[in-house]
């Protein structure tokens, strides 16, 4: 019966380390200005558009908001912002794109990745219904993707994937 202490004892030093980050903790760590670029699909069964985007992000304890915009063929450029609050293992917001209307955000973190359900404001790909994730990669970089289902094969696709780094 010596493993139930010694677990309980590995599993307190852990949480004191600091090896599970707060929620505060995490959302300054992607606070920021942040640029670079990535792909989005312009309709299902298309070709990935190349765009290049900047975003700010601010954070508080238990929140954070990003505005930012993207070009695509150096002429179009759209802006998106996103306002999500944080709190009992949770997070629920809203997000503002193309359509100009907000879409509701409603997830979980694990480890450094935000997991959100869309509910698009409008229907897009057939359904209004889409998950995005916020990955921090690394201290510098952040990865933002938006995916989809292809209702007709059932598949999952990705419909915007952004690299974005620190600058």
């Known amino acids: 019966m010596r ?11 852990l949480l004191s380390s600091g090896a599970f980050a707060s929620e505060e903790d995490f959302l300054k760590s992607i606070e920021g200005q942040w640029t670079g670029g990535g792909k989005v699909l312009t309709k ?12 700010q992000s601010a954070a508080e304890a238990e929140s954070f908001s990003m505005d930012g915009s993207c070009r695509a063929m150096v002429v179009v450029t759209r802006t998106f912002k996103a306002k999500v609050k944080a709190g009992g293992g949770s997070y629920s917001g809203t ?11 409603a997830g979980s973190r694990a480890g450094d990745t935000i997991d959100l359900d869309v509910t698009w404001a409008n229907e897009i790909y057939g359904d209004r219904a889409a998950r995005m994730t916020i990955e921090k990669v690394g201290a510098d970089r952040l990865r933002i993707r938006t995916i989809d289902k292809d209702l007709s094969s059932g598949r999952s696709i990705v419909t915007t994937e952004l690299d974005l780094r620190r600058s």
Not at 44 to 54: E, F, K, M, T
Not at 95 to 105: E, I, N
């Open 95 to 105: 997000y503002v794109g193309v359509s100009g209307k907000p879409s509701s955000l």
């Open 44 to 55: 299902l069964g298309g070709d990935n558009v190349n765009v290049s985007c900047r975003m």
């Open 3 to 13: 493993v139930l202490p010694f677990a309980a004892l590995i599993a307190a030093s």
